[in-house]
């Protein structure tokens, strides 16, 4: 009787120690496809970053954030600084009676033409989004910053987009 007990306990631990291992291998199999799926998302993620990355250095390729050359031109201490003075020195012009004056169409059908986006390329050159009521525009102004003493702005080009 002992004997058949050991057995059927043998036989029992058996069938069990082969159930555990087939459930474990297909835990096994579908972490291993769950791990594969999760590589695949990565890559793909990581491949988006690199586009992501290679078109906002594209995109700020003319901008003076990233020209050397433009920032020694503004002592590399004082940059951020004359920066702002000179954006502020174009949205200080927007108070004017007629409006901006580096926007040379002045009033248009009772609104006054706004600087309201500046992009600074480099230590020369600006580009500036304007609006006038339903109209708007882009205006590239080139500038002349000398520290302590007012910049002088002189306006280029001027596109006019009609109202949408």
């Not at 992501?52 to 940059?79: C, G, L, P």
């Not at 706004?114 to 480099?122: A, R, S």
Request: charge should be neutral; proline fraction near 2%; include cysteine.
């Amino acid at each position: 009787m002992k004997h058949k007990a050991f057995f059927y306990l043998f036989l029992f631990a058996s069938v069990l120690l082969v159930l555990f291992y087939a459930n474990n291998k297909n835990m096994y199999k579908m972490e291993e496809k769950k791990l594969d799926i999760a590589h695949k998302r990565i890559d793909i993620v990581r491949d988006s970053l690199k586009q992501a990355t290679k078109e906002f250095n594209e995109a700020n390729y003319f901008s003076i954030e990233y020209n050397n050359d433009a920032q020694e031109y503004f002592n590399y201490k004082n940059i951020d600084r004359s920066l702002a003075l000179i954006k502020e020195e174009i949205l200080a012009l927007n108070h004017q009676e007629n409006g901006n004056p580096l926007v040379p169409y002045g009033v248009m059908n009772g609104n006054k033409c706004i600087i309201n986006k500046i992009k600074i390329l480099n230590h020369r050159w600006i580009v500036a989004d304007f609006y006038a009521g339903d109209l708007h525009g882009e205006v590239m102004i080139k500038y002349i910053y000398t520290e302590g003493k007012p910049t002088e702005f002189k306006t280029i080009e001027t596109v006019l987009y009609t109202a949408q």
